[in-house]
Structure formats: C-alpha cells, structure tokens
C-alpha cells in the first residue's frame, strides 16, 4: 500500500491540474471552468 505524505498529495493534484490546463489549452483555472463547461463536462 503507498502511503503518501500531504507534500506528495498536494503536488500529484497541482500536475493533474496543470495537465488538464494544458489539455484544454488554457492559461488558468477559471478559464479550464469555462472551457469544461463549453464542453458540456461540467454542470453548474
């Protein structure tokens, strides 16, 4: 079983994030929103 530390963690979700933004070819957060729910893989 891995166990990872909270450093580990925070870091694994920062590079799917930036993954996904670069993906999506956007330049941040907000504008990933806005492109997922274009892309009709978000609901508000």
């Keep these: 079983m891995n166990v990872y ?5 925070i870091n ?3 590079n ?3 993954n996904v933004m670069q993906k999506l070819n ?4 907000s504008q990933a929103v ?3 729910i274009k892309l ?4 508000i």
């Design 5 to 9: 530390t909270f450093a580990e963690a």
């Design 12 to 14: 694994c979700v920062s």
């Design 16 to 18: 799917h994030i930036s």
């Design 26 to 29: 956007v330049k941040g957060r």
């Design 34 to 36: 806005v492109e997922l």
């Design 40 to 43: 009709g893989e978000l609901q």
